[in-house]
């Protein structure tokens, strides 16, 4: 049975319908992202799963329990904001301690959950500072510690590390990762780094305009994303899409003339010739000089390049359109702007999309 | 000017040209010292005379120290002044203005903070049709609506008493105090509402142990504000205080003005600065809270 489970959710703000039909289901235990750009509806679902706006139609249900018109803290969720939300006039300790006001636990009970928390998160020192006297990587410790002392059915994160900086986030993410492996909690996280999505979760939504665009796992999403906007979404760079059209004998033709073997390519349904598709080649998978398997090989020149340390991203002028390369410093490292440069993309990588629908073929 | 101060080798000085006063800020200067003695001179005369005997004051120097310093027109303010028919100074008047004072205040900013806070916080239906009507309601003088308010006082039986007095002050109140605390409680993170509300959901259990506490900076410039309002008034005292109710602002206006024989100048005068202590007092003590509450950024999230 799924721990949360959405069914036909409809939303609207006045007139405007963010939200329409979602059904989605979450098993015990998952890693739940709701990936994707801003206004895509991701924090309105969470909302409405916290309770903390009203659905205009549909039913939300946690285990065997329809929470759809339970109050917030009759659900049995704990969640951890992007802004952190400690109540400023409150030590750690007294933030802790709310988190639990409403449960009527016996005293004794609450105290083991807060050393508990404290040990977990390691926020033991801090119990007695108030949240003004706590650094970014703190603050967000007690919060997280304030949704674990609940005890609660489904964590719920709403893009908690985006106030982070960098090297902190990672850290953040590695922690929770860690504690979701130890304590095995359902989660709902919702984010648009998709870099967060992509290492902790053990499934993905991906939402664009109020619809779930592909609900996977994570390498589901790449390395088969089931239309146009997931490919172009996941990614960094992302994903290079080249109009084809299709010949006869597993053959298609790119808009320059040149060849695309797809005799490798897993379809769902042969396209008939003539089909005119999107063949999506991922920067990261071209090699420039490799295996002879290749469903296409360009000598393009180099518009332009963008060293990272570990990798060389070439943009290489493919007409008038831009084509990303990923390339090692090692095989890239002596290229300059203008310098021609054969790149091959291997057969078995290559993903196909109907041009018309956009879905993956 | 790097010829005429030869700095030492080696270090780099970058000298800032001397400040030097302008004519403007001499200009200012004299501004401000007339604006001081505009406020202090009749101050000073207010002090020293209330200190002075009636044969001093007789003479007709205002200006001069006491030569006698006597505590007589003080004490005399305070216990026998007559006002109007009844000669017991003006500490009938100071203990009725307190009367007044506490329940006003405590009913105007109790109900007003909570108001405030539910149409800040909380989803209220007609929430926005409500504000403007406050709003329109903070802009009533208070004349227009002084005969309807008597004969409501009266039909609740409570006219020419204490309490009708603290009656109108809450609810004359009422408007400016609810914008007040709704425009200060709008400005707190809405995700800590929002947590509150999954914690714990309780209305009054999230006022008390968290919004409460987040409010200190603006208690005490409502307090600073009520307190000086309501002890300062004098026409809602004078229309529904009665005879036995009136705050001590009346009582001095009746002690003053009221007066058979000769004016006392020492006794008006000290019983003057006996009613303006009061909420002088709350300046000082609240005003340091005050200063250290903004210091201190109770609200930084």
Known sequence: MPRVSFEHIVKKFGEVMVLNSLNLAVDDGDFLVLLGPSGCGKTT????????????????????????????????????????????????????????????????????????????????????????????????????????VKHADVLLFDEPLSNLDAKLRTEMRMEIKKLHEELNPTVVYVTHDQIEAMTMATRIAIMNGGKIEQFGTPDDVYERPANLFVAGFIGSPSMNLLPATVEPGGQARLADGSPLDMSAYAFGAVPPPGTALMAGLRPEHFALAGPAEAACRFTLKVRHIERTGSDVMLALAFGEATLTVRAAPADAGHLRTGDPVSVQFPKDRLNLFDAGSGRRI | MTETSSPPAGTVMFPRPKKRIRGRSIAILVFLTMAALFFCIPLYVLVTTSFKTMDQIREGAIFSLPEVWTFEAWRYAWDEACSGITCEGLKRGFVNSLEIL??????????????????????VRWAGGFLFLLFLCAFVPFQIIMYPLIVITVNMGIYGSIWAVAFIHTVLAMPVLTLIFRNYYKDIPPDIIKAAVMDNGSFWRIFIEIILPMSGNILIVVLIMQITSIWNDYLIGVTFGGLGAQPMTVNLANMVTVTTGTVSYNVNMAAALQTAIPPLVIYFVLGKFFVEGIAAGAVKG
Not at chain 1, 91 to 99: A, D, E, H, K, Y
């Open chain 2, 102 to 123: 506490f329940p006003s205040l405590i009913a105007s900013i109790a109900i007003s903070a909570v108001t405030g806070y539910a149409l800040a916080l909380w989803s």
């Open chain 1, 45 to 148: 679902l969470l909302n409405l799963l916290a309770g903390l706006s009203d659905v205009t139609s549909g039913r939300i249900m946690i285990g065997n329990r329809d929470v759809t018109e339970l109050d917030p803290k009759d659900r049995r969720l704990a969640m951890v904001f992007q802004s952190y939300a400690l109540y400023p006039t409150k030590t750690v300790r007294g933030n802790l301690r709310f988190g639990l006001s409403a449960s009527k636990l016996p005293q004794e009970e609450i105290e083991k959950r807060i050393a508990w928390a404290a040990d977990m998160l390691q926020i033991g020192p801090l119990m007695d500072r108030r949240p003004a006297q706590l650094s970014g990587g703190q603050r967000q410790r007690v919060a997280i510690g304030r949704a674990l």
